[in-house]
C-alpha cells in the first residue's frame, strides 16, 4: 500500500489519509486498490457497508460503483464522448460533474414544475424526459442514471429520448434491472393524480428533499419494452471489475441505439411485441 502511494504526490497523499472514510476503510480492512474511471488516478475503493452499490466509495472522488461503470462504459463504447453533443437528464453525483466537466457539448436537464419547459434555472434546462423541447435528432449521447424506474410514462421519455437522438446515436443509462423477473408496475397516474399499486418508495432526488417515488421495477422484459416504445435495440453491459471499483448489486448499464433508417424498425412489427 504504502509503495502505490508514495507514487502520489505528498499533498495527495495527505488529502487521502485525511479522509475519515479511507482510515475507516484501512482499519476494518475492507478495501481495494485500483484504478478509479472517474478520477483516471490510482486510488482505493473503500467497502463501507456490505450494499456495494452505495457503500463501496473511491477515496478520492468519493465515486460508487454505478457511477464509475456508467463512465467505463462510456470510455469504453464511446472513446470520443468529450466531443460529443449530449444531454443528461436529471444529473447528480461526481459521474455528471465528470460529464459536465470534460464534454464541451454537454447540457443537463431537470424538470422543474415553476420553470417553462426549455428555459434554464440554476445552470439546467427545464425538460419534462416525457415530452420534451429538443429538436429531432440533436444528440449524439443522451445519458440518465437511475432515473427510469421514476418515470410515470416511460414509454414516452424512451420515445421522446429517440427522436433527440441522431441515426444511430444511443441512449446510455443505469437503471436497477430486476432480469429474474416480469417488470412490476408500483404506480401509475391517473387524471394527473398518482395512484399507488404497491406500497410507495422513494430514492433520493438531488433537487427534491421528498425523493422521487419508484414507478416501476424493470423486469425481464425491458429491453421489449424500450424497443416496443422507441424503435432502439438495447446492449446490456454488466462489468466485473474490482481493479476499476465496478462490482455491486444492480450494476447494468444499458446501451440503446437509434437505428439507422436503413435497419428501422417495421412499424406493425414493434406494434405487435407485447410485453409481459
Ligand atoms: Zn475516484
Known amino acids: 500500500m504504502i509503495k502505490i502511494l508514495l507514487k502520489e504526490s505528498r499533498d495527495d497523499l495527505r488529502t487521502l489519509l485525511g479522509k475519515r472514510e479511507l482510515r475507516r476503510g484501512l482499519l476494518t480492512g475492507s478495501f481495494n486498490f485500483g484504478f478509479c474511471p472517474i478520477c483516471e488516478t490510482k486510488t482505493v475503493f473503500i467497502i463501507r457497508k456490505d450494499w456495494l452499490r452505495d457503500f463501496y466509495h473511491c477515496a478520492r472522488c468519493g465515486s460508487i460503483p454505478r457511477w464509475r461503470a456508467l463512465v467505463y462504459v462510456l470510455q469504453t463504447y464511446f472513446p470520443n464522448w468529450r466531443e460529443l453533443r449530449m444531454h443528461e437528464s436529471s444529473p447528480g453525483g461526481a459521474s455528471s460533474e465528470k460529464l ?45 442514471q437511475d432515473v427510469f424506474e421514476h418515470i410515470l410514462n416511460p414509454g414516452q421519455a424512451f420515445s421522446e429520448i429517440a427522436r433527440t437522438l441522431k441515426p444511430g446515436a444511443a441512449h446510455v443509462f443505469t437503471v436497477p434491472w430486476y432480469y429474474w423477473k416480469p417488470t412490476l408496475v408500483r404506480a401509475v397516474e391517473e387524471n394527473g393524480a398518482i395512484q399507488h399499486l404497491e406500497n410507495p418508495d422513494y430514492h433520493g432526488n438531488p433537487i427534491d428533499p421528498n425523493g422521487s417515488l419508484v414507478v416501476t421495477e424493470w423486469g425481464r422484459d425491458f429491453c421489449d419494452f424500450i424497443y416496443k416504445h422507441s424503435g432502439m435495440t438495447t446492449t446490456v453491459v454488466r462489468i466485473q471489475d474490482k481493479y476499476r471499483g465496478i462490482q455491486a448489486e444492480f450494476i447494468e448499464v444499458f446501451i440503446s441505439r437509434k437505428p439507422v433508417e436503413k435497419d428501422a424498425p417495421i412499424k406493425n412489427e414493434s406494434a405487435d411485441m407485447e410485453t409481459g
Open 100 to 144: 459536465k466537466r470534460e464534454c464541451q457539448k454537454y447540457v443537463a436537464s431537470h424538470f422543474f414544475s415553476d420553470v417553462a419547459p426549455g428555459r434554464m434555472k440554476d445552470g439546467f434546462r427545464c425538460e419534462n424526459l416525457e415530452q420534451q423541447t429538443f429538436a429531432d435528432a440533436e444528440f449524439d449521447l443522451v445519458v440518465t
